[in-house]
């Protein structure tokens, strides 16, 4: 990619850490509307019919005309990208805890390596068996210890495996976008992918959206269903575009480890102010799951020789 100036690497990280805690609080804030007063696939239509047209409105500014050959990829991209991600990801979150989505959610890059060497033939060599073979352990065992979804835990397995499931749609997505973003713009990509992922995601949550009652709606409601619309979604992807013009896609990837980190720290924050109390959810079990999923993801991410070798 070149050399690139230190203020523009420090600008890139500055993004990506912004991308973390955003992602990180919608965890807190989707869970406290869920199902109660949206239902999760009313909150994907929600969230497609908010996004998309502000993605081409910019879209309209920087015109760029797509191959009528790559559409079929483009509609495989919002499938498993938008529509399946996105549906699976907020079902799996209204039926499990904030803490096990953000655990089981760092076992995205192994899913990755998997469907690259199914679909790319990338070579997958002992130490990456071996990381895929902790961070499926971390998962499976995190899966097999998941509460019943009653009072005495906020977790299901239901919803854990659909989280997981969510992580799986989503590495087919980064593996079937790779040709498309080295062919055009970011931009012009993730434009394309939200109009065909939205106009999926639009039916299957129509229903769910359309029994939203607005008018038991507090302020505080409406500003996390705006925070959903305009940062989660919106501002995220911007942030992931200009880091991913300034830093490998291997150095976004890493930020994935932080979610646990900053979802454990906001869930203890929401409990000593007196929100949610979600903190029966991490106990020693779910943070040794945790250790071992990041430790499995560090072997399969982590080239030989280190950070120096992955900043080049």
Not at 30 to 42: C, D, R, T, V, Y
Not at 261 to 278: E, P
């Amino acid at each position: 990619m070149g050399d690139t100036p230190a203020s523009s690497l420090w600008k890139a990280h500055l993004a990506l850490w912004g991308v973390g805690l955003i992602y990180a609080y919608n965890y807190l804030v989707a869970k406290g509307l869920m199902p109660e007063k949206i239902g999760p696939s009313g909150f994907i239509a929600l969230r497609v019919a908010g996004a998309t047209p502000l993605f081409w409105l910019l879209y309209a500014f920087r015109w760029e005309r797509v191959a009528r050959a790559d559409l079929a990829r483009l509609w495989l991209c919002g499938l498993s990208g938008v529509t399946i991600n996105q549906l699976l990801f907020f079902n799996g979150l209204a039926a499990t805890s904030p803490v096990h989505a953000s655990i089981i959610m760092t076992i995205n890059p192994v899913l990755v390596l998997l469907i690259s060497a199914a679909v790319l033939g990338t070579a997958i060599t002992s130490r990456k068996v071996a990381g895929i073979a902790l961070g499926a352990a971390g998962a499976i065992t995190l899966l097999l210890n998941s509460g019943g979804g009653g009072l005495e835990s906020h977790a299901s397995w239901q919803g854990d495996l659909m989280v997981l499931l969510n992580a799986a749609s989503y590495g087919v997505y980064l593996v079937a976008v790779k040709p498309l973003m080295a062919k055009y713009r970011p931009l012009t990509v993730i434009s394309w992918v939200f109009l065909f992922g939205g106009l999926m995601a639009l039916p299957v949550g129509a229903s769910q959206a359309a029994a939203i009652e607005w008018s038991t709606f507090s302020t505080q409601d409406w500003l996390s269903v705006g925070f959903v619309v305009l940062f989660t979604t919106f501002l995220v992807y911007l942030l992931n575009i200009y880091a991913l013009g300034k830093v490998q896609p291997t150095v976004v990837s890493i930020y994935i480890y932080l979610q646990p980190l900053l979802v454990g720290g906001m869930v203890w924050l929401a409990a000593t102010l007196g929100g949610a109390d979600y903190m029966a959810d991490m106990g020693w079990l779910q943070s040794c799951c945790a250790v071992v999923i990041a430790t499995g993801v560090w072997l399969v991410s982590v080239p030989t020789g280190g950070w120096k070798r992955r900043a080049r």
